[in-house]
T-cell receptor, first 110, second 119 residues
Framework: GQQVMQIPQYQHVQEGEDFTTYCNSSTTLSNIQWYKQRPGGHPVFLIQLVKSGEVKKQKRLTFQFGEAKKNSSLHITATQTTDVGTYFCAGLRRNDKIIFGKGTRLHILP | DTEVTQTPKHLVMGMTNKKSLKCEQHMGHRAMYWYKQKAKKPPELMFVYSYEKLSINESVPSRFSPECPNSSLLNLHLHALQPEDSALYLC??????????????????FGEGSWLTVV
């Protein structure tokens, strides 16, 4: 069955602290995507990683794809209240299935 | 803002009703998806259409019936639903990844969803 594990499930951080969420797949992924969903909203695409060992940055967000293409991480530097939401990774399998991790809910304490 | 449009945004239906959710995209995407999302859970894949043909059905009960009239439209017909079917139903679209040599074609663009309540 589908296996994209994501940890932690919840994370509370003080505003200004860093935050990291991790995804692990039981099988090799063709690529991995990251989405953010605000409370009451829909998932919004953030980035896609395709190459083994790839690292991409978007302002305070850093995304990594593992060498074996089985794991990935999202790191946010100096969190802000606008970062609140649930962050999902999603892995593409060979048969067009895109499977989501369970998500990490980020809460920012002022 | 999303380029995938879903209607209605909210739907309340009885267990004997027949209703439909509609989705439209004009990005030229040839893969379209229905996902179901319960509160505090990830989106759960239901169906995938590729070039207007059903390519994946994740063992969804027959009370959910998808339809893809053309490359821009995707419907989800609902009949005899149960209260536990209440959820956010998300439509999404993408290029098929096999259509893009760099495998970057599968970025999913979600609509804002239809909030379904079955009473």
């Amino acid at each position: 069955g589908q296996q994209v594990m994501q940890i932690p499930q919840y994370q509370h951080v003080q505003e200004g602290e860093d935050f990291t969420t991790y995804c692990n797949s039981s099988t090799t992924l063709s690529n991995i995507q990251w989405y953010k969903q605000r409370p009451g909203g829909h998932p919004v695409f953030l980035i896609q990683l395709v190459k083994s060992g790839e690292v991409k940055k978007q302002k305070r967000l850093t995304f990594q794809f593992g060498e074996a293409k089985k794991n990935s991480s999202l790191h946010i530097t100096a969190t802000q209240t606008t970062d609140v939401g649930t962050y999902f990774c999603a892995g593409l399998r060979r048969n067009d299935k895109i499977i989501f991790g369970k998500g990490t809910r980020l809460h920012i304490l002022p | 803002d999303t380029e995938v449009t879903q209607t209605p945004k909210h739907l309340v239906m009885g267990m004997t009703n027949k209703k439909s959710l509609k989705c439209e995209q004009h990005m030229g995407h040839r893969a379209m998806y229905w996902y179901k999302q319960k509160a505090k859970k990830p989106p759960e894949l239901m169906f995938v259409y590729s070039y207007e043909k059903l390519s994946i059905n994740e063992s969804v009960p027959s009370r959910f019936s998808p339809e893809c009239p053309n490359s821009s439209l995707l419907n989800l017909h609902l009949h005899a639903l149960q209260p536990e079917d209440s959820a956010l139903y998300l439509c999404a679209s993408s290029h098929r990844h096999r259509d893009r040599l760099d495998k970057s074609g599968n970025t999913i663009y979600f609509g804002e969803g239809s909030w379904l309540t079955v009473v």
